[in-house]
């Protein structure tokens, strides 16, 4: 693309596409700001990576408008938008190369259950298993050895990466990205304690359902409810590793890092963001927009949308951050109160 028509494309996106330098340059790839070569673009998003605008050799660079560019035109072209990383997603997106994760059509070592419903080109990949009354929507790619038990839905346009296992009738949404590795609707994780010590295992009776937009990465566990179903909510975004027990509802657009587990029958708010490592007790609920830092533990409900939680056991930032800082003096105030005791002391024995 020249940068002249990728001024036009992330216009389709941005009120003002601002270019400062020539036009008609050829950019034929992607790169990071700290080692782009010419005849590529990059992008500056973060204060940290503006200094590297005086050595780059990228021919392009997407930059905030408010970032002075001037002395550095004459050796680079800039595109000024309001959002520079963004734009540079939606321009990966030109550059992104399919991958392909099953050739076209139903693989000859595939194996297909009795009355399976395939909508218009779907693929289907070497030892795939499609179990009986499976239904797989227009266009979904199943990937090699991914496994579908009986009566799961499959909606359109997604890809199972190459073993990714659903059970019984788990139900996914249309545009859903499920990578290798991952199970999707496993037993919950109950078993009822008895006086001698055993454990019943409690029936799990329920299903996974999957909103649209969805995507789940490597080796994630989502289990099925005991009763009803655990719900991933639409557009929700769940990163490798991550274990949602069962009966816990996922709100829209709700991110979730990598290693995160959430007990049981937790219900997270719509556009929360839970960071790597962070743990849930069960029959919690989060509001809308409440963002969890990495490790925190959440050991009670918080029901006021948009605050940001930290620490074990979590709690506001603000008041964990004054917590933190009390710690960084507790060495002096203790050899304080250690002082005023020997005071006492002597005190007491004249």
Do not use: W
């Not at 006086?195 to 969805?214: C, L, T």
């Amino acid at each position: 693309m020249t940068i002249k028509e990728i001024q036009s494309y992330l216009g389709q996106f941005f009120d003002s596409v601002e270019l400062e330098g020539e036009s008609d340059g050829l950019i034929s790839a992607p790169a990071k700001i700290e080692s782009a070569q010419k005849g590529e673009v990059s992008f500056v998003a973060n204060e940290k990576y503006v200094k590297y605008l005086s050595t780059t050799e990228a021919s392009l660079v997407i930059v905030h408008h408010s970032v002075a560019v001037d002395e550095f035109s004459h050796t680079t072209s800039f595109l000024k938008v309001s959002d520079p990383y963004t734009a540079f997603v939606f321009l990966l997106k030109k550059f992104v190369i399919p991958r392909v994760v099953a050739a076209k059509g139903i693989a000859p070592t595939a194996v297909i259950g009795e009355g399976v419903t395939l909508g218009e080109g779907v693929s289907v990949g070497a030892c795939a298993v499609i179990g009986d009354r499976c239904s797989i929507g227009c266009n979904t790619v199943i990937g090699p050895h991914t496994v579908l038990l009986h009566d799961v839905s499959v909606g359109d346009d997604c890809t199972l990466f190459p073993s990714v296992t659903c059970y019984d009738g788990t139900i996914i949404g249309n545009r859903v990205v499920i990578h290798s590795g991952s199970v999707i609707g496993a037993d919950g994780f109950g078993f009822a304690p008895q006086r001698d010590g055993s454990y019943v295992k409690i029936p799990q009776m329920g299903i996974v359902e999957i909103g649209d937009d969805v995507e789940i990465g490597a080796n994630a566990t989502i289990d099925r409810a005991t009763m009803g179903s655990t719900v991933i909510g639409r557009g929700a975004k769940i990163d490798n590793l991550v274990q949602i027990a069962h009966n816990c509802r996922i709100g829209e657009d709700t991110v979730i890092a990598a290693q995160a587990g959430i007990s049981g029958s937790v219900t997270l708010g719509r556009q929360c963001v839970i960071g790597g490592q962070a743990g849930f007790a069960g029959h919690l609920e989060l509001a809308d927009r409440i963002q969890v830092a990495a490790q925190a533990g959440i050991s009670k409900s918080f029901l006021q949308p948009g605050i940001a939680l930290r620490g074990y056991p979590a709690q506001p930032m603000r008041d964990q951050l004054k917590y933190e800082a009390s710690l960084r003096h507790i060495g002096a105030m203790k050899a304080k109160l250690d002082h005023l005791e020997g005071e006492m002391i002597e005190l007491a024995k004249k």
